[in-house]
Nanobody, 115 residues
Framework: QVQVVESGGGLVQAGGSLRLSCAAS????????MGWYRQAPEKQRELVAQ???????NFADSVKGRFTISRDNAKNMVYLQMNSLKPEDTGVYFC?????????WGQGTQVTVSS
C-alpha cells in the first residue's frame, strides 16, 4: 500500500506564489507517473500537471507558463511550483501517484488565492 501526503498549501494574494510538495511512501517498486489535480467547490476534479518518471511534464492549459512540476525519484517526491496565482486557482490540490498495483491519492491540501 502506497501512502501519499501533500503539504504546502495556504492562503496567498493574487500574483503570489506557493510550492506544494508530495511524498509517496510504502512502495517496494519504482513510482511511475506523479501528478497534481485540483478541485474547486462544486466543480469536478481536474488535472493541473503531471510528470513521468523520466521527467516529461504535462500541464493544463490554464496553468501553462505559471506552474512548474518537478520530482525527486530518490525520495519519491513531486513538487508543484505555482507562480502568478489567480483566484481561480483556488481549490483543494491532490497528489496522485502511479504505483505497481494501482493509482494512489493523497488527502489534499487547500490553496486559497485572494483577489
Amino acid at each position: 500500500q502506497v501512502q501519499v501526503v501533500e503539504s504546502g498549501g495556504g492562503l496567498v494574494q493574487a500574483g503570489g506564489s506557493l510550492r506544494l510538495s508530495c511524498a509517496a511512501s510504502g512502495s517496494h517498486w519504482p513510482i511511475g507517473q506523479m501528478g497534481w489535480y485540483r478541485q474547486a467547490p462544486e466543480k469536478q476534479r481536474e488535472l493541473v500537471a503531471q510528470i513521468t518518471r523520466s521527467g516529461s511534464p504535462n500541464f493544463a492549459d490554464s496553468v501553462k507558463g505559471r506552474f512548474t512540476i518537478s520530482r525527486d525519484n530518490a525520495k519519491n517526491m513531486v513538487y508543484l511550483q505555482m507562480n502568478s496565482l489567480k483566484p481561480e486557482d483556488t481549490g483543494v490540490y491532490f497528489c496522485n501517484v502511479d504505483g505497481m498495483y494501482g493509482t494512489y491519492w493523497g488527502q489534499g491540501t487547500q490553496v486559497t488565492v485572494s483577489s
